[in-house]
C-alpha cells in the first residue's frame, strides 16, 4: 500500500500547486482554503487507516477518506467551472480523485467482505 500512500500525498501537493495559481479574491479564497483542507485530509486519513487498531477502525477511517476525496472532487469541479485557463490541470486532478476513491471504496468493500467472512466461521 506504499503506492497509495505517495500517490494520495502528490495528489495534495498538486492540489495545493493548482492553488497557488488562483487568483486572490475574498471568494476564491474561501474555496481554496477548503481544498486544501479537504484534499490534504485524503492523504492523512488514508495513514491513519494503515494504524488503524481494528477491522471497525480501519473501515471507520477509510471511510472519512472517502468522503475527503468525494469533498475534493465537489471544489474541483466548482474550480472548473470558473477557471477556465486551468481546465487541464483540474480535470487531471479530477481523474486521480476519482482513481483514488474507487480504490478507497474497494478497499471498504472488500475489507466488509472479508469481516463478514470471518464472523461467520466463528
Known amino acids: 500500500m506504499q503506492n497509495l500512500k505517495i500517490r494520495t500525498n502528490r495528489f495534495a501537493i498538486n492540489c495545493w500547486k493548482l492553488c ?21 485530509s485524503v492523504g492523512a486519513n488514508y495513514r491513519a487507516s494503515q494504524r488503524a487498531k481494528s477491522t471497525a477502525d480501519f473501515i471507520y477511517k477509510l471511510k472519512i477518506v472517502e468522503e475527503e476525496t ?4 465537489y471544489w474541483l469541479e466548482l474550480f472548473q467551472e470558473v477557471l477556465d485557463p486551468r481546465k487541464k490541470q483540474i480535470q487531471t486532478l479530477i481523474k486521480e480523485a476519482n482513481e483514488l476513491l474507487a480504490i478507497v471504496v474497494a478497499s471498504i468493500k472488500t475489507t466488509r467482505k472479508n469481516k463478514n467472512k470471518q464472523n461467520r466461521k466463528i
Not at 20 to 40: K, M, T
Not at 70 to 73: G, H, K, L, T
Open 20 to 40: 497557488i495559481g488562483i487568483p486572490r479574491s475574498r471568494e476564491l479564497d474561501a474555496w481554496v482554503r477548503q481544498l486544501i483542507r479537504c484534499s490534504s
Open 70 to 73: 468525494d469533498e475534493s472532487i
